[in-house]
């Protein structure tokens, strides 16, 4: 069925101006986004069934913020990857973190918590959740070249056989289906260097709601216009 949902996508974002209007800091928008990502990406999993569910948190772009601010959004982001593992371990749901994790400005406590989630989840399979951290699609996309063409000069490959499913597999989500659904919060309509490559034939829904407000029922209406898009593929479809 060309509504299928195997793989959603969100960029979260709003987090800063959810909290401006209501006259806070912007790490309390943090806090209050970071306190939503359980509710939404379980409900994925169990409500829909969806298999794969993709989440910006950290672009290779945003270390253009203050470090203060930077730094706030590591240590909730820790502070959930601790706290919630166990239940991500009861509901099968494998941790993925997707992104360039050898970067040294990434704070040592930050990525053993991380690599600590990825590892104790690793023997999961029911549902897989991808965690965007220093994640930029471009650099990603080269640095799958970069791995494809080592491969030809190494004799492994041939550089003229090399497909679209040779680059995608040499991607952070190698092996995952495209994504189908991209669902971004807060009213940006840009992609911001988020799975350029693996949303070549995703629907995109924009909803001006804010990530820290962004619940199961803005969810479903998210859904619900999803499955109501004609998905073509550049086929022809009554
Ligand atoms: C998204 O909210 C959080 C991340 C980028 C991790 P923002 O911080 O971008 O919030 P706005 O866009 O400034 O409102
Ligand atoms: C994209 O949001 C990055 C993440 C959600 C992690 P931004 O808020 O950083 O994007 P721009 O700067 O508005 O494009
Ligand atoms: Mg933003």
Redesign the pocket.
């Known amino acids: 069925m060309s509504t299928s949902l195997d793989h959603i996508a969100f ?4 987090n ?1 101006r959810w909290a401006k209007k209501r006259f806070l800091p912007r790490s309390m928008g943090h806090r209050a986004g970071v306190r939503r990502i359980k509710e939404i990406v379980l409900s994925c999993f169990e409500d829909y069934g969806i298999s794969t569910c993709s989440l ?4 290779t ?2 270390w ?2 203050p470090a203060e601010e930077i730094e706030t959004l590591f240590r909730l982001l820790k502070q959930f990857f601790e706290e919630e593992l166990p239940t991500f371990r009861e509901k099968g749901v494998r941790i993925r973190v997707l992104g360039f994790l050898e970067d040294k400005r990434i704070p040592s406590d930050v990525l053993s918590t991380i690599r600590k989630a990825e590892d104790e989840t690793r023997e999961l399979t029911e549902h897989v959740f991808n965690v ?1 951290f220093n ?1 930029g699609s471009r650099q990603e996309i080269v640095r799958a070249c970069r791995r494809l063409a080592a491969k030809a000069q190494g004799g492994e490959i041939e550089a003229e056989s090399i497909t679209t499913e040779d680059l995608s597999s040499e991607l952070f989500t190698g092996g995952q289906e495209d994504v189908d659904l991209l669902i ?1 919060t ?1 009213g ?1 309509e ?5 799975l350029l490559y693996q949303c070549a034939y995703a629907e995109f829904v924009f909803t001006p709601c804010c ?1 820290p407000d962004f619940d199961r029922k803005e969810l479903e209406r998210c859904i619900e216009e999803y499955r109501h898009r004609s998905r073509r593929f550049g086929a022809i479809k009554e």
């Open positions: 960029i979260m974002d709003g800063g910006y948190c950290f672009s772009e945003n253009n913020r965007l994640y971004r807060s940006e840009r992609l911001s260097n988020c990530w």
